[in-house]
């Protein structure tokens, strides 16, 4: 449904050339949810630019619902961007325009008859909760409210593909769930492609089946949310299951432990314990449920003098994932 080739964009800034995409290659499968995570200037808001064509790639292709857009003449690109609606952080709410206007405005541009507009506004401002909220005005919606306005305008000519661009940074913890749980449902029940612009791990955990960490213009890990998990090396198993510092005692090995699937319900520690006559000491933990598994990452250090190799051969028979971090 969206297939990103060997996307580069190259700005001159004077005699000096600064790349914001440097390669970038992504498969979104259709009726997913896919994440794009990483920190500020990472290229996220770049990347979202190429694939509407706001900004044209130097470089490589675009591909939504079959049609390639990078290398596409204007009147084509107006017709290819009918299939994609977007999502901005804080709404982009026309300020003079009621939510209903607001969700118009984009039916109104294509000239759609004006009792089909009616009719169509108020069929998705009820698909996103917002019946009796026609003629209300942006700076009389709360945060949240906004946004569903913002989605509904994005769904107005039945897109194929959702473009959400840090949908919900700006609003507090219960809204950012009302909002996702939204996205959720729309994605299900109108079988969208949705790709998700993120710097919070915990919306990726929340929604996404899949997940991209764009560093530096390059995406540097890629795939579904289960698999990027049980990577124990991973940077992307690591934002996903963070430890918390943990100070180890002055001797002893210190291991840092996946658990994933079945093994994240087994008695590894225990068994330890009983098999080598030792003592573990827990230093920090984090367990989540991920794609509907299971996953668990402990930190955990053996008493001076304890056989390491031995217990880093019984966790590997035992199909937990471990190495040595001290």
Same mark, same amino acid.
Do not use: W
């Given at each position: 449904?969206?297939?990103?080739?060997?996307?580069?964009?190259?700005? $001159?800034?004077?005699?000096?050339?600064?790349?914001?995409?440097?390669?970038?290659?992504?498969?979104?499968?259709?009726?997913?949810?896919?994440?794009?995570?990483?920190?500020?200037?990472?290229?996220?808001?770049?990347?979202?630019?190429?694939?509407?064509?706001?900004?044209?790639?130097?470089?490589?292709?675009?591909?939504?619902?079959?049609?390639?857009?990078?290398?596409?003449?204007?009147?084509?690109?107006?017709?290819?961007? $009918?299939?994609?609606?977007?999502?901005?952080?804080?709404?982009?709410?026309?300020?003079?325009?009621?939510?209903?206007?607001?969700?118009?405005?984009?039916?109104?541009?294509?000239?759609?008859?004006?009792?089909?507009?009616?009719?169509?506004?108020?069929?998705?401002? *009820?698909?996103?909760?917002?019946?009796?909220?026609?003629?209300?005005?942006?700076?009389?919606?709360?945060?949240?409210?906004?946004?569903?306005?913002?989605?509904?305008?994005?769904?107005?000519?039945?897109?194929?593909?959702?473009?959400?661009?840090?949908?919900?940074?700006?609003?507090?913890?219960?809204?950012?769930?009302?909002?996702?749980?939204?996205?959720?449902?729309?994605?299900? $029940?109108?079988?969208?492609?949705?790709?998700?612009?993120?710097?919070?791990?915990?919306?990726?955990?929340?929604?996404?089946?899949?997940? *991209?960490?764009?560093?530096?213009?390059?995406?540097?890990?890629?795939?579904?949310?289960?698999?990027?998990? =049980?990577?124990?090396?991973?940077?992307?198993?690591?934002?996903?299951?963070?430890?918390?510092?943990? =100070?180890?005692?002055?001797?002893?090995?210190?291991?840092?432990?996946?658990?994933?699937?079945?093994?994240?319900?087994?008695?590894?520690? *225990?068994?330890?314990?009983?098999?080598?006559?030792?003592?573990?000491?827990?230093?920090?933990?984090?367990?989540?449920?991920?794609?509907? *598994?299971?996953?668990? $990452?402990?930190?955990?250090?053996?008493?001076?003098?304890?056989?390491?190799?031995?217990?880093?051969?019984?966790?590997?028979?035992?199909?937990?994932?471990?190495?040595?971090?001290?």
């Amino acid at each position: 449904m969206i297939t990103i080739s060997d996307l580069r964009k190259v700005y $001159r800034q004077g005699d000096r050339e600064v790349i914001a995409l440097d390669g970038v290659s992504l498969q979104v499968p259709k009726g997913s949810i896919h994440g794009i995570i990483g920190h500020s200037g990472a290229g996220k808001s770049t990347l979202v630019r190429c694939l509407t064509l706001l900004d044209r790639p130097t470089s490589g292709t675009v591909s939504i619902v079959g049609a390639e857009l990078a290398g596409a003449k204007n009147s084509e690109l107006r017709t290819a961007r $009918r299939r994609i609606g977007m999502v901005f952080q804080h709404g982009n709410l026309l300020d003079s325009r009621t939510a209903a206007g607001n969700v118009a405005h984009p039916l109104e541009l294509v000239r759609t008859p004006k009792s089909r507009t009616a009719e169509r506004v108020a069929e998705l401002l *009820s698909l996103v909760g917002l019946e009796g909220a026609e003629n209300a005005y942006p700076s009389q919606l709360s945060g949240g409210q906004r946004q569903r306005v913002g989605i509904a305008r994005a769904l107005a000519a039945d897109p194929h593909v959702l473009l959400c661009d840090e949908p919900t940074s700006a609003l507090d913890p219960k809204t950012t769930e009302e909002i996702l749980v939204l996205i959720e449902d729309l994605t299900r $029940r109108l079988q969208l492609t949705v790709l998700l612009i993120t710097h919070e791990m915990g919306v990726v955990k929340r929604i996404c089946d899949s997940v *991209s960490l764009l560093s530096h213009g390059k995406i540097v890990q890629s795939g579904p949310l289960g698999e990027v998990a =049980a990577d124990l090396d991973g940077a992307l198993s690591k934002a996903l299951l963070p430890l918390p510092a943990g =100070a180890p005692a002055a001797d002893g090995t210190v291991l840092e432990i996946l658990f994933s699937g079945g093994s994240a319900s087994e008695p590894v520690l *225990s068994g330890i314990t009983r098999r080598f006559d030792m003592d573990v000491n827990v230093l920090a933990g984090s367990v989540e449920t991920l794609a509907g *598994s299971e996953f668990g $990452r402990l930190r955990v250090q053996l008493e001076p003098g304890a056989d390491a190799a031995g217990v880093l051969n019984y966790l590997r028979q035992n199909r937990v994932a471990v190495e040595v971090a001290q």
